[in-house]
């Protein structure tokens, strides 16, 4: 717990987080209102939020040319985190912190806000292009290392706008089914004052990104609320200002939610 800990600490002083909640939370209370307007003509049998919970197994591997002699690849690690994601028709929160690791420590947490254009629709089936806006923060720690001129520290910022194709059907009265992927492309800084070679810099780069995503939803099994189990992919390329922060991110999770 000691990484989630330190990354919520971190947090507050880096992005506004009551703002983020606020984002996500207003269109889902707005959405809940408008129901129970219309509650009395016709009941919705689709829920509108989904929270879920899993593993995920996390490659964060260096790719730049600067030798481990001379601290390339100091934050390389490649092992679990726990992931949880909040989700609606228009917002995806998440939040990731890493588990067990013996000197580093990861965090991450982010926000996404889309609206999707159909393209197509048939019956039960949609298939959409999603446009996405995307912010993020992430760190990366070794507890054994105090950061100087040749270690920068790994607290990034990214904003990033992506593409794809999102996929819907409903398969049965209560069974859905949902699919996306997303390509994306985005700069990103340090929200720490980055040190190399005596100069100051403010470690500003580009990030390349991609993911896909799967989702099966049982709906209303509880009453109003019901179940889900999604897989999500991740890739993420960080091409930083010098080389000791390029490093590739990729992650698989596994996820179990409640939706309502």
């Known amino acids: 717990?000691?990484?989630?800990?330190?990354?919520?600490?971190?947090?507050?002083?880096?992005?506004?987080?009551?703002?983020?909640?606020?984002?996500?939370?207003?269109?889902?209370?707005?959405?809940?209102?408008?129901?129970?307007?219309?509650?009395?003509?016709?009941?919705?049998?689709?829920?509108?939020?989904?929270?879920?919970?899993?593993?995920?197994?996390?490659?964060?591997?260096?790719?730049?040319?600067?030798?481990?002699?001379?601290?390339?690849?100091l934050y390389s690690f490649n092992a679990p985190i726990l992931?949880?994601?909040?989700?609606?028709?228009?917002?995806?929160?998440?939040?990731?912190?890493?588990?067990?690791?013996?000197?580093?420590?990861?965090?991450?947490?982010?926000?996404?806000?889309?609206?999707?254009?159909?393209?197509?629709?048939?019956?039960?089936?949609?298939?959409?292009?999603?446009?996405?806006l995307h912010?993020?923060?992430?760190?990366?720690?070794?507890?054994?290392?105090?950061?100087?001129?040749?270690?920068?520290h790994f607290q990034q910022a990214v904003l990033d706008l992506g593409t794809g194709i999102d996929f819907r059907t409903r398969l049965a009265p209560q069974f859905r089914l949902k699919a996306k992927v997303l390509p994306s492309y985005g700069v990103t800084f340090s929200t720490r004052q980055q040190i190399n070679s005596g100069n100051t810099q403010n470690g500003t780069g580009t990030l390349l990104g991609f993911e896909g995503n799967a989702r099966l939803y049982f709906d209303n099994l509880l009453g109003f609320a019901g179940l889900s189990v999604g897989y999500n992919y991740s890739f993420r390329k960080y091409n930083i200002d010098g080389e000791l922060l390029d490093y590739n991110a990729i992650g698989n999770s596994i996820l179990i939610g409640i939706t309502f």
Do not use: C, W
């Not at 028709?89 to 926000?111: E, K, M, P």
């Not at 990366?140 to 105090?146: I, Q, S």
């Open 83 to 132: 992931r949880l994601r909040a989700e609606t028709r228009r917002f995806t929160a998440y939040l990731g912190a890493s588990i067990g690791l013996d000197s580093l420590s990861y965090f991450d947490i982010g926000l996404r806000y889309g609206h999707g254009f159909i393209v197509y629709h048939a019956g039960k089936t949609a298939l959409e292009i999603p446009l996405q």
């Open 1 to 73: 717990m000691k990484p989630l800990l330190t990354g919520l600490r971190g947090l507050k002083k880096s992005i506004p987080f009551q703002l983020l909640l606020f984002l996500f939370l207003t269109p889902s209370l707005a959405h809940g209102q408008m129901f129970s307007v219309k509650s009395a003509r016709k009941r919705s049998t689709t829920p509108g939020i989904a929270l879920y919970a899993g593993p995920e197994f996390l490659n964060f591997k260096y790719k730049g040319n600067v030798p481990k002699s001379e601290d390339g690849g």
């Open 135 to 152: 912010g993020d923060l992430t760190d990366v720690t070794d507890n054994n290392l105090v950061p100087t001129a040749r270690t920068p």
